[in-house]
């Protein structure tokens, strides 16, 4: 079972009871003369100016997938009269409570937020970057992630959006086209639009990167092995979402057989009263979202073998069968103390004499603890962090290097560590021991989660501006490397770019500080 991590920031509020009519009824705009409408093929929308940028939120690229068209491939959204309000963003699709406050039960969701430069028409268009959010595929908006500090350092036209979630976007059933799928194939509907529209924005759209940390790291793998991806963006950034995760890996699949995904839809038809239906879809399309959010399994993932993912992303990768464009890839020092932190709270007491058995409930095969347990060994004090690092190395480190390995093999590929061991929390909530540089604890490195910045030292801030202009100058020419920043290697250097405070630097010994050697040879 997935465990995913729920990032605790808050999402921006959204207005609520969305439907249908918000698109054929546009309310009316906020008078803002210093922002000028920008004209899409569906219509004209006005947003909003900061200092430096201007932010347009809540424009929908496909039409709500509500009635008919929950469990449908994305539709093309409705053309609207008049000059659309775009200074709030929409309701984030349905979700358990978690990172958006309450939750959300409202399906009309399909939503994409832009934020750019102050300069409608630059002298050249500029490099684009889609955020895909993570949140174990059933939590998240693309409203929680304040991207103005990466536009306006990094001169780049910024995309984040909301993608349907949980079995809304991922159910299977025999006989339901797009099954298991329909999370992703929203990201490709929002990368058309992106294609079709970000030129009136000031962007590029023949420079497109797509970007995405956790579940969004995920989904930039599948999109990279996604035959029906082709032609939707130039090159990619995964940051914690190893290409090679497996089902047998309990924080870390990336997908799950077709086979698979059909029992689980199998087994949520029968918990909504929807098993024994002649037409089980039709059915559930009857049944509330809040009464599917309560019976889906906490653990959802893309289904492979299907037509939009053929492979499994971890098959298409080893074969080549992969989208081949530049990649910026990477993984945080302690991407696993979160989770560990969690465990250890929930009452779980870790010594070393109930170590090897503890251990074995986290590996796919519990024969492997004796030898994991002798790598990380175990005192009284160390166990939260050492569970933590057989967490981390295990579902992100070592996948991650060995993802870049695959992935040199057909295109170039940067490297990078997140590093900083005081990185600051997600959450005020105190833990059992320090977190270092968990999993999601870069990300406020480059957005303002929630739209709240987080205090940072003088250090962490220049730490910022340089992830920002790595990232930055990889989405314009492929290549994160500027004269302004610390020279980052190739991949075929074998070195990995580690990014800590005033620290920053390539380092060659990431595979052997997370035991890499271990987890790539044990099945």
Sequence with gaps: MLVCAVLAFTA???????????????????????????HTRAGAVRGTAGEGYRTFDGIPYAAPPVGSLRWTPPHPALPWRGVRDATRPADPCPQPAGEIPGGSTTEDCLYLNVTTPDAARPDRPRP?????????FTTGAGSSYDAHRLATRGNVVVVTLNYRLGALGFLAHRGLPGSGTFGLADQQAALRWVRANIGAFGGDRHNVTLAGESAGGFSVCAQLASPTATGLFDRAIIESGPCTGRADRPFAPSALSLKAADATGTKLAKAVGCGGARHVVACLRRVSAARLLAAQDTSQQPAYATGLLPRDPNTALARGAVHHVPVLIGSNHDEGNGWAAAIIQAGTRITPANWPRTVAGFLPDPAQAPLVARTYPVTETNGGPVLGAVIGDSNYTCPTLRTGTFLAAQAPVWRYEFADEHAPPLTPAPTPFPLGAPHAGELTYLFDLGGRPRAMTPAQHRLANTMINYWSA??????????????????????????????????????????CTLWNALP
């Design 474 to 515: 990889f989405a314009r020419t492929g290549n994160p490397n500027t004269p302004a920043t610390p020279h980052t290697p190739i991949w075929p250097a074998g070195y990995v770019q580690s990014l800590a405070p005033d620290h920053t630097g390539p380092t060659n010994t990431t595979a052997a500080a997370h035991h």
């Design 128 to 136: 684009v970057i889609v955020w895909v959010h993570g949140g174990g």
């Design 12 to 38: 921006v509020p959204a207005q609520a009871g969305t439907s249908e009519a918000r698109q054929a009824a546009v309310p009316a705009v906020p008078a803002v003369p210093a922002v000028p409408a920008v």
